[in-house]
């Protein structure tokens, strides 16, 4: 039989995965698409593995049952199924002593005669399935000598090579540096939008996930919890439980993890606001002061990140300007701070009600830290106030290493002229 354009390419029904004795994940259902790049994401020995072993007939389900292409799993032979679907698994393989084209030509063998000899066709597959995990160049070079990131991306045209409608792969980019890790996703992702392809893989890191995937499974507590775009599925809560998360926040705006810090150095207040103060909170948070900020608008970058550091975030409506009973809050939180940073935030007629703020810090004496070349006009510093301005803030955070209240700072920018 043969796959309609709507019919699911696998179809996992009331599958339960897991080894003699010992269930690991029940009672699961999906179906997956042609083209559609599904991340199976939970914490380590969620069951992501048993249940790409399972797909992939490595392992006998516990009940129920896989569906490939309409038809059963275990009715499908093993070159059927290799025509079908091709397994990149993590375990670390004995290089063997081929070239790398050799290797990979060791994918055909579901198309070759039962000699295994290569013909025109399976030459040319090879060099495309190489070619499309940007590996032509490797094509000559032992199997043996190659890095972690080549020899992932090896294995990648091995599978592809077997011209599959499927590929599994477990954990792809666990060994891989950045540069590595990026390529072989973005690899994966024109896989499913160039080939039609059906990628199910096992990853690591949320965030990629999030930018790559078109479904997302959340695994955990012997279940998938969700089976849904990465846009509904990762919400703060849902990753925070995914992974038990209590030092970190996922953000589904920043399409990334913030990690709050110890908290245990002291409070900064942070005069922040139009993307200003993001980085200032990461690097406060970092050297592990508690943050509180404002008066920042709902809808700025400002108001996600410090949210999801923890901290205390003083915030008004999308484009409402800033009111008094905002900035009184603001100037309650300050009160309670041992330090005030201004980001240096662009000054204009929404957010102008915020220098009532650094004026009200300047007026306490508050020790304040400030990112600008000059302050803005209208502020009153007085004899004795010493407001210190970075034009740099990782000079403003180097400061901050060797900072002790109470004491002078040591200096890296310029104080600020005093009024007699
Ligand atoms: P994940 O890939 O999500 O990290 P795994 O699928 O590897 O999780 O493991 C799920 C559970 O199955 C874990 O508790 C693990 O210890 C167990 N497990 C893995 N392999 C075997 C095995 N061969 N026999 C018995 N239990 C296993």
């Not at 980019?173 to 992702?189: G, N, P, Q, S, Y």
């Not at 509904?232 to 439980?241: F, I």
Request: charged residues 20%.
């Amino acid at each position: 039989m043969s796959a309609t354009i709507d019919q699911p390419v696998i179809e996992a029904c009331d599958l339960s995965v897991g080894y003699k004795n010992r269930p690991v994940a029940r009672h699961l259902n999906f179906s997956c698409h042609a083209g559609q790049f599904i991340s199976l994401l939970g914490p380590n020995g969620a069951g992501k593995t048993t249940l790409l072993r399972t797909l992939s007939r490595h392992l006998p389900p516990q009940g129920g049952g896989v569906r490939v292409q309409g038809r059963s799993l275990e009715s499908l032979s093993a070159m059927e199924l290799a025509r079908i679907m091709a397994v990149v698994l993590t375990d670390k393989i004995a290089p063997p002593l081929f070239t790398v084209f050799e290797f990979v030509a060791l994918g055909r063998y579901p198309h070759t005669d039962y000699l295994g000899r290569l013909g025109t066709r399976d030459r040319v597959a090879v060099t495309s399935s190489l070619a499309a995990v940007h590996a032509l160049d490797l094509a000559n070079r032992p199997f043996a000598d190659l890095s972690d990131g080549e020899r992932q991306k090896v294995l990648m045209a091995r599978a592809l090579a077997q011209d599959p409608r499927v590929l599994l792969l477990d954990e792809p980019t666990i060994h891989l540096d950045l540069k590595h890790r990026v390529e072989v996703m973005a690899i994966l992702r024109d896989l499913c939008r160039n080939k039609g392809i059906t990628v199910i893989a096992s990853l690591h890191d949320v965030d990629i996930a999030a930018k790559v995937s078109d479904r997302v499974a959340l695994i955990r507590d012997g279940g998938i919890v969700a089976w849904d775009t990465p846009e509904t599925a990762l919400s703060r809560q849902a990753v925070t439980a995914l992974y038990d998360f209590d030092k970190a926040e996922f953000n589904r705006h920043l399409g990334g993890i913030e990690l709050r810090g110890a908290g245990d150095r002291g409070r900064a207040f942070v005069v922040g606001g139009m993307g200003s103060g993001a980085l200032i909170y990461r690097m406060l948070t970092k050297k592990g002061f508690t943050i509180a900020t404002g008066v920042v608008h709902e809808n700025d970058l400002d108001c996600f990140v410090a949210r999801s550091l923890g901290a205390e975030c003083v915030a008004v409506g999308p484009m409402e300007p800033i009111d008094n009973a905002a900035v009184d809050r603001a100037k309650t939180l300050l009160a309670a701070c041992d330090l005030v940073v201004d980001c240096g935030f662009p000054v204009g007629p929404v957010n102008e009600a915020n220098l009532a703020l650094m004026q009200a810090a300047l007026e306490r004496g508050a020790t304040m830290l400030s990112l600008r070349d000059g302050l803005p006009p209208g502020l009153r510093v007085n004899k004795g106030d010493t407001p210190v301005l970075f034009t740099d803030a990782g000079h403003l955070i180097e400061a901050l290493e060797t900072f002790q209240f109470h004491r002078p700072l040591p200096v890296h920018g310029e104080e600020v002229q005093c009024i007699p």
